[in-house]
Structures are given as structure tokens and as C-alpha cells.
């Protein structure tokens, strides 16, 4: 059985849900909400930027994903979570 997360469900569904219903979100706000779920959707991608660190015994590198930051987030959330 595969773990489902928030984010896995944004990304199977999200542009579903921006052909659909983005309507009712207000104008208002629309941008934003847009923005903080792409955000998220994107946090760790190695793709979106990454910091590579190397240890210099062994020459082993590591890429670590850059974050979104966002309260949004379920991974970066939890910093704001105190």
C-alpha cells in the first residue's frame, strides 16, 4: 500500500481543481492561494534548486531540495507548529 499525502493528492488533482472550481475562490485572494499551492507542490524538487553538500573523506555527495517555507506546507509547516 502506498502512503498518500497532501501532496500527492494536490498534485493528482490540482489542475482538476483549477479548471473547475478556482471560480470559487475569491478574486481576491485567487493569486495567492494559486501561488502557496504550487509552492508547496514544488517544496524539495530538486528541479526548483538544491544545495549539494560533500564529504570529503569519502567524496560522497548529497542533494538536498531547496524548501518552500510556506505554513501551508505539510513538510515546512511544522516549523510554525509550536
Do not use: H
Not at 36 to 64: F, H, I, N, Q
Not at 69 to 81: A, D, M, Q
Amino acid at each position: 500500500m502506498t502512503k498518500v499525502t497532501l501532496k500527492k493528492i494536490l498534485q493528482d488533482n490540482w489542475q482538476n481543481f483549477l479548471k473547475k472550481k478556482i471560480k470559487r475562490i475569491p478574486k481576491v485572494i485567487r493569486a495567492d492561494v494559486i501561488e502557496t499551492v504550487e509552492k508547496a507542490m514544488d517544496c524539495g524538487r530538486l528541479e526548483k534548486g538544491y544545495t549539494e553538500y560533500m564529504c570529503l573523506e569519502c567524496m560522497e555527495s548529497k542533494r538536498v531540495g531547496f524548501t518552500c517555507k510556506s505554513k501551508f506546507c505539510t513538510r515546512c509547516g511544522r516549523i510554525y507548529v509550536s
